[in-house]
């Protein structure tokens, strides 16, 4: 006969089992009020009681879930500083979405607050730009409020093409911006040298382009 042997957690171990605990449930939910103490313990496999031991009460909970959400968030921004701009835009947006898809739009709206600077900080990197200007700031943050929008009220559509939609909206915020800022068409062109022939911004010129009457297309290509 096999005795089983309860396993001691440590206190520290405890809480990061009941965060991810609280947060699977607070994702799932479209309030955190529909979830309760006993349904976090119930999940985490202990009493009601030992739950207040190791935080205040559910508010505690959550936002202790949020924290943790807001960081794995932030992370998701980082990427590495290599290949075209495009590319590295659409994969931080695969992951994004991913994220929202995962935790719900109810959970994912409040923890989008605690990293919007983070984000901005990580395009500005992927950039090269130390101090922008006013408008490359207003580019960067107006295009930021469109992608969250976007992923958390999605329209219908495949999720690829919203991300492709969401890397031309940059490029296209970017362009307009361009036309009045010298810094910021400097920097344009900086950033479509390395883009390749397949790339989300020659795709995004391509189409511009068709759409143009055919005498027009003529004096482009020239």
């Given at each position: 006969?096999?005795?089983?042997v309860?396993?001691?957690?440590?206190?520290?171990?405890?809480?990061?089992?009941?965060?991810?605990?609280?947060?699977?449930?607070?994702?799932?939910?479209?309030?955190?009020?529909?979830?309760?103490?006993?349904e976090?313990?119930?999940?985490?496999?202990?009493?009601?009681?030992?739950?207040?031991?190791?935080?205040?009460?559910?508010q505690?909970?959550?936002?202790?879930?949020?924290?943790q959400?807001?960081?794995?968030?932030?992370?998701?921004?980082?990427?590495?500083h290599?290949?075209?701009?495009?590319?590295?835009?659409?994969?931080?947006?695969?992951?994004?979405?991913?994220?929202v898809?995962?935790h719900?739009?109810?959970?994912?709206?409040?923890?989008?607050?605690?990293?919007?600077?983070?984000?901005?900080?990580?395009?500005?990197?992927?950039?090269?730009?130390?101090e922008?200007?006013?408008?490359?700031?207003?580019?960067?943050?107006?295009?930021?409020?469109?992608a969250?929008?976007?992923?958390?009220?999605?329209?219908?559509?495949?999720?690829?093409?919203?991300?492709?939609?969401?890397?031309?909206d940059?490029?296209?915020?970017?362009?307009?911006?361009?036309?009045?800022?010298?810094?910021?068409?400097?920097?344009?062109?900086?950033?479509?040298?390395?883009?390749?022939?397949d790339?989300?911004?020659?795709?995004?010129v391509?189409?511009l382009?068709?759409?143009?009457?055919?005498?027009?297309q003529?004096?482009v290509?020239?």
């Open positions: 006969m096999t005795t089983g309860r396993r001691r957690w440590g206190v520290e171990e405890r809480r990061q089992q009941l965060i991810g605990v609280a947060l699977e449930l607070f994702s799932n939910r479209s309030s955190p009020d529909d979830v309760s103490i006993d976090i313990a119930a999940a985490a496999g202990i009493s009601r009681p030992l739950v207040y031991h190791y935080f205040p009460g559910k505690g909970l959550y936002e202790a879930a949020l924290r959400a807001a960081g794995e968030l932030a992370e998701l921004f980082q990427e590495r290599e290949g075209p701009l495009g590319a590295r835009l659409l994969r931080v947006l695969g992951r994004f979405f991913d994220f898809d995962a719900g739009t109810g959970f994912a709206a409040p923890v989008i607050n605690e990293v919007r600077q983070a984000a901005y900080e990580q395009i500005l990197a992927h950039l090269e730009v130390g922008p200007s006013a408008r490359l700031e207003l580019v960067v943050r107006t295009w930021m409020t469109l969250e929008s976007t992923a958390l009220n999605r329209p219908a559509g495949p999720r690829a093409e919203l991300e492709l939609q969401l890397v031309h940059f490029a296209a915020l970017s362009a307009v911006s361009a036309i009045h800022d010298a810094e910021l068409a400097d920097l344009l062109v900086r950033v479509l040298k390395d883009e390749p022939a790339g989300p911004f020659s795709v995004l391509g189409r382009v068709s759409l143009l009457p055919a005498q027009v003529v004096q290509q020239v």
